[in-house]
């Protein structure tokens, strides 16, 4: 692990140096010896966002300095920094910083630092402390022959940590083994997850990831700091490495992301026009946020990680600045927190078709009612019941399924019927029975 870091640091510290030229992947890939792949997927992975972001957000800052410290004017500044016209340059200062250059100046004070989103694993002690802490662990381990790998998962492996930041990791190890599950360990008096699996369990839960989801964000972003065994690195890396998301995943992905905004989205409802509170209503729309930023990023063809509303920010998606941007500076009455719930409905309605896609094809295909357990079965029980059911409860607020009963049984050998709902497509020519 420490090699990437150390990798990782040439770039940066070039990054530095040459803050004002045009610097390309290439030149970055060529300092570490990487494909521009590669480096791209390591970069990402360590700082948390992409190279050319890293780059801009640091010319930014750096261009900060200048305006307040020199008299150049602010077309030179954004010349010298490599930005085409006052305009983009302007656009791009005021999305990061919420000011635009002109009024920036104004204020006439340093209040962007210039290491503003500077990175530097050569001068941070912490992040040294924390690297050392694991590579500590990582020595012991090798000394169990039980153990066999261990992945480094959460802040350390792609973000920064700060003094309150525990340290995530995934311990494999022999199948003749018998591990304690979950360990908490201790190095350096920073503490230490340990999620120890043998090399079966680690395979099948590898394989029960389904691309697009919580799961696969957070394996993905994970780095392998020790392995014995090829076959546990192929797996690893099986995931790891896959930065595309095939259509069904993504398409099961956006529906449980859709699943997971109606339900907050009801609650904020609720709680603005049953509760005639603003300020709790509110509070549900930011948690409804991050699972549209997550909407966002999949449709864009990404995966979305822990940082979603920051990764959806990249879009320019209107809905994610009207919420993220917009409302949250914005004083909270029932009037923008009302508009702000018919935007979620509108935003919805129209992605309806690639969001509910799973649904409105099986129902596109089905010539009969259709109980939500058959549904489910008939999805082979890979997408959980309660998501069905709320996405269909939607459709047909939205017109598009009818909604009736059908008759079941909690069990094998129960004999009083209760009912379960029941779905078809309004549009179908059907007969139905119950």
């Known amino acids: 692990m420490s090699d990437y870091f150390n990798e ?7 990054i530095e140096e040459n803050i004002k030229e045009d610097i390309t992947l290439e030149q970055l890939s060529a300092l570490c010896f ?45 010349l010298d920094f490599g930005f085409n016209c006052h305009e983009t340059f302007s656009r791009a200062f005021k999305r990061i910083f919420d000011i635009t250059p002109n009024d920036y100046r104004k204020l006439n004070t340093h209040a962007i630092p210039t290491d503003f989103w500077k990175v530097s694993f ?8 924390y690297m050392q802490a694991v590579e500590t662990l990582c020595e012991r381990l090798k000394m169990d022959s039980n153990v066999i790998a261990v992945i480094l998962e959460g802040s350390l492996s792609y973000d920064q940590v700060w003094e309150k930041s525990d340290i995530d990791m995934e311990i494999i190890v022999n199948d003749n083994s018998k591990p304690t599950p979950w360990i908490c360990l201790i190095e350096d008096d920073i503490y230490i997850n340990g999620n120890v699996k043998t090399r079966s369990e680690f395979r099948q839960s590898v394989a029960r990831i389904r691309r697009g989801s919580g799961a696969h964000s957070y394996f993905s972003l994970g780095t392998m700091v020790y392995c014995k065994d090829e076959s546990v690195r192929e797996i690893f890396e099986s995931v790891n490495a896959d930065d595309e998301i095939g ?23 609720k709680w603005l026009k049953v509760k005639s509170d603003v300020r709790y209503s509110y509070l549900w729309i930011t948690e409804v946020l991050t699972y549209i930023a997550a909407i966002e990023v999949l449709l864009n063809n990404s995966i979305p990680s822990r940082e979603v509303i920051l990764q959806a920010l990249k879009y320019n998606s209107p809905i994610i600045e009207k919420l993220y941007v917009g409302l949250m500076d914005e004083k909270k009455n029932s009037i923008n927190i009302s508009q702000s719930i018919d935007m979620i409905y509108e935003y919805l309605r129209q992605r309806m078709d690639i969001i509910c896609k799973p649904i409105l094809d099986y129902f596109n295909k089905a010539n009969e009612m259709k109980p939500l357990s058959t549904i489910a079965q008939d999805f082979n029980n890979t997408i959980e019941s309660h998501i069905i059911c709320e996405i269909c409860e939607w459709l047909c607020e939205e017109g598009v399924l009818l909604k009736d009963i059908s008759q079941t049984y909690l069990t094998n050998k129960s004999s009083s019927i209760v009912y379960e709902p029941a779905y078809f497509k309004v549009d179908s020519d059907m007969d139905v029975l119950i």
Do not use: C
Request: aromatic residues 10%; proline residues 1%; positive net charge.
């Open 8 to 14: 990782l640091q040439k770039t940066l510290d070039y």
């Open 122 to 129: 050569a001068s941070s002690n912490l992040q040294k402390r």
């Open 247 to 269: 259509e069904r995943d993504r398409s099961y992905a956006l529906m449980e992301r859709t699943e997971w905004v109606l339900w907050r989205l009801y609650k904020a409802e």
């Open 34 to 78: 990487y494909s521009t792949h590669h480096y791209h997927r390591v970069f990402q992975s360590v700082i948390g966002i992409p190279v050319a972001d890293y780059i801009k957000k640091r010319k930014l800052s750096v261009a900060a300095g200048e305006i307040i410290g020199t008299d150049k004017k602010i077309i030179d500044i954004a």
